[in-house]
């Protein structure tokens, strides 16, 4: 209504109402076929919009993998989609493209953990199955045996995997490793021993070119032949010196120019460019 001394009250305004629509996230690199390495960018259109992205053809939900606003996936044979959500707002669009690689990032990779299977696809997906109780499939749950293979849907771009005996390990076409599972002795390396089911970014290796896992530590060779392990170390299974377990990555001593890791249960063995073989 408006008001004004000398006149008579207006009628009231017809009421309208409105609602705020979360921004579509934007994805950086347009649906096509490119070379290995390729990347797309996932960038939100607000701060404090919350992301959440698939790769398996399912729209997000909110149980779907939980993003940061400026992620960058190595692009491989799938279509990825995003969505955005903001408290007080209507859910965003979803953003989406498919997305093939013309050339394989390598030949793929397959293991087995204690009582789990991952394989990773020539273009860089994983597929896992088998016992879930630790978070081993890295679904975000920790329960639910799979029973048929299931698509990781927050990491691409995979060369390289290992199964433990209840965690996974992960190395990207880019040289970097990802864990999830059982963590108890720091053998995801992130500091701590809290259980992850979900893959966890190990920041501090990079340049890596192989990993393995043993029963309870992990391994991972880098690209100018230097091993790095943490986790369980009773058995000194890490070739330190000592029995102390390391919740974070070290350079394993007195190794140089190595080409070739594995991992026992209790066991690591290096072989070197010359085909020495390093046990410990």
């Known amino acids: 209504?408006?008001?004004?001394?000398?006149?008579?009250?207006?009628?009231?305004?017809?009421?309208?109402?409105?609602?705020?629509?979360?921004?579509?996230?934007?994805?950086?690199?347009?649906?096509?076929s490119y070379a290995p390495g390729s990347t797309v960018t996932i960038t939100a259109g607000q701060p404090t919009d919350v992301l959440r992205m698939t790769i398996?053809?399912?729209?997000?939900?909110?149980?779907?993998?939980?993003?940061?606003?400026?992620?960058t996936l190595l692009l491989g044979n799938f279509t990825l989609k995003a969505k955005a959500?903001?408290?007080?707002?209507?859910?965003?669009?979803?953003?989406?493209?498919?997305?093939?690689?013309?050339?394989?990032?390598?030949?793929?990779?397959?293991?087995?953990?204690?009582?789990?299977?991952?394989?990773?696809?020539?273009?860089?997906?994983?597929?896992?199955?088998g016992d879930n109780q630790y978070g081993q499939i890295g679904n975000g749950t920790s329960a639910n045996d799979r029973l048929t293979p299931q698509?990781?849907?927050?990491?691409?771009?995979?060369?390289?995997?290992?199964?433990?005996?209840?965690?996974?390990?992960?190395?990207?076409?880019?040289?970097?490793?990802?864990?999830?599972?059982?963590n108890i002795n720091g053998r995801l390396g992130n500091n701590s021993q809290t259980?992850?089911?979900?893959?966890?970014?190990?920041?501090?290796?990079?340049?890596?070119?192989?990993?393995a896992a043993g029963d309870a530590h992990s391994l991972a060779l880098t690209s100018d032949g230097r091993v790095?392990?943490?986790?369980?170390?009773?058995?000194?299974?890490?070739?330190?010196?000592h029995n102390t377990d390391q919740w974070l990555p070290v350079e394993i001593p007195g190794l140089s120019n190595i080409v070739a890791i594995a991992a026992g249960d209790s066991s690591s063995f290096a072989v070197s460019n010359t085909g020495q073989l390093y046990g410990w």
Do not use: C
Not at 6 to 31: F, I
Not at 58 to 71: F, N
Not at 195 to 211: G, Q, R, Y
């Open 85 to 129: 959500w903001r408290t007080g707002a209507i859910d965003s669009a979803i953003a989406s493209a498919a997305y093939t690689l013309n050339a394989p990032l390598g030949p793929g990779s397959v293991t087995g953990g204690g009582n789990h299977t991952v394989i990773a696809t020539p273009d860089g997906r994983v597929f896992l199955w």
């Open 1 to 32: 209504k408006a008001f004004h001394p000398d006149y008579m009250t207006s009628a009231e305004a017809t009421p309208v109402s409105y609602t705020v629509t979360t921004h579509t996230p934007v994805l950086s690199t347009a649906a096509g």
């Open 195 to 211: 259980l992850s089911n979900k893959p966890i970014h190990v920041s501090t290796l990079s340049n890596i070119v192989a990993v």
């Open 56 to 71: 398996d053809g399912t729209d997000p939900t909110t149980a779907s993998p939980l993003i940061a606003s400026g992620t």
């Open 151 to 182: 698509l990781l849907n927050s990491v691409t771009g995979v060369t390289v995997v290992a199964g433990g005996l209840s965690h996974t390990l992960a190395r990207t076409w880019d040289g970097q490793v990802y864990a999830w599972g059982l």
């Open 228 to 241: 790095f392990g943490g986790g369980a170390n009773a058995s000194r299974q890490l070739g330190l010196g």
